[in-house]
């Protein structure tokens, strides 16, 4: 896939365990405020399909698990006309991806990208022949190319995988505002799940993750800056931002010096750079020994 972006995620905690988590890669940085009462809950999940059931005994209790796994093959149909596919790719490491996803991407009859040039060297790499179209979807164009997308799916019955550039689509990217409009038409969409670059980052990060909030991008100055880096500090659960690299630093000492009398400078944080890559790293210090590190960090200044 060539050089990948780097990826950095931070983590904070303080004395009252109020942690912050935060990712970096070469498009954005999050972090994760996290409130440090963790509570223990009952998770459960079940995939309902044709049904394949096995059943665990413990003590007194029975668990029964319902599932079902259907590989691509040619009887079955891998997409559906008129439908549309969000599909989530690697953060770096390849070997991510799932079979489902490389079944979808090779059998829809175009794929919206973030940046095709990624895209298109993403399915070199995985030696994917996909029989559709490569189009561009971003932000400078998302408002042009929306009513052709809903035409083509709708009127044409095409199908149609979204992806972006690492992880997840949707997740603050134009993804989000594309499921929006097809909601909206009725337009039946399908989660390919997979990486995501805030989930491994949090999954790394030790702190409680029962709940947390999703902010997105911090506005870039003004007010709406402000409030937004306010509401990072005072939130009482988790919570996660995205930030561009090149203001990752700025981001992170605006944070320090708002939450001052917090005591921000004293919490927990900790970095994690280059996830699934051959280089990943972990760094855990105070968000004032964090800065200190990306100050003086030779790994980090392709960012600055």
């Not at 109020?18 to 009462?37: E, T, Y």
């Not at 559709?132 to 035409?151: C, M, P």
């Not at 799940?193 to 911090?218: E, K, Y």
Request: with cysteine; charged share 25%.
């Amino acid at each position: 896939m060539g050089r990948s972006p780097p990826l950095t995620r931070f983590t904070l905690h303080r004395s009252r365990s109020f942690p912050f988590c935060g990712i970096a890669s070469k498009r954005s940085i999050s972090f994760n405020a996290i409130n440090g009462d963790q509570d223990r809950s009952d998770l459960s999940d079940s995939i309902v399909g044709e049904e394949q059931t096995s059943e665990l005994a413990s003590g007194d209790h029975r668990v029964q698990d319902t599932y079902k796994y259907d590989p691509p093959s040619s009887s079955n149909k891998v997409v559906e006309g008129g439908h549309v596919y969000f599909v989530a790719t690697p953060l770096g490491n390849l070997g991510d991806i799932t079979d489902r996803a490389k079944a979808i991407l090779s059998n829809v009859d175009l794929i919206l990208a973030e940046d095709t040039r990624n895209t298109a060297q993403l399915l070199r790499h995985l030696s994917l022949r996909y029989k559709g179209q490569l189009q561009s979807h971003h932000e400078h164009n998302q408002h042009q190319s929306l009513a052709r997308i809903i035409d083509l799916v709708k009127r044409d019955k095409k199908s149609i995988a979204v992806v972006s550039d690492a992880g997840t689509p949707g997740i603050s990217d134009p993804g989000s505002p594309l499921a929006a409009v097809l909601s909206k038409e009725d337009v039946p969409l399908h989660p390919i799940p997979g990486p995501s670059a805030v989930i491994s980052a949090l999954s790394v990060s030790g702190f409680p993750s029962s709940q947390f909030t999703f902010l997105g991008f911090p506005p870039v100055k003004g007010r709406e800056r402000k409030e937004h880096l306010d509401q990072v500090i005072q939130t009482k659960h988790t919570v996660i931002i995205y930030e561009a690299p090149h203001r990752m630093l700025k981001t992170i000492r605006e944070i320090e010096e708002c939450g001052r009398g917090l005591g921000v400078g004293k919490r927990l944080m900790m970095c994690a750079r280059e996830l699934t890559k051959r280089h990943e790293e972990l760094k855990r210090g105070t968000v004032t020994e964090i800065l200190q590190w990306l100050e003086s960090s030779e790994a980090l200044k392709e960012v600055r």
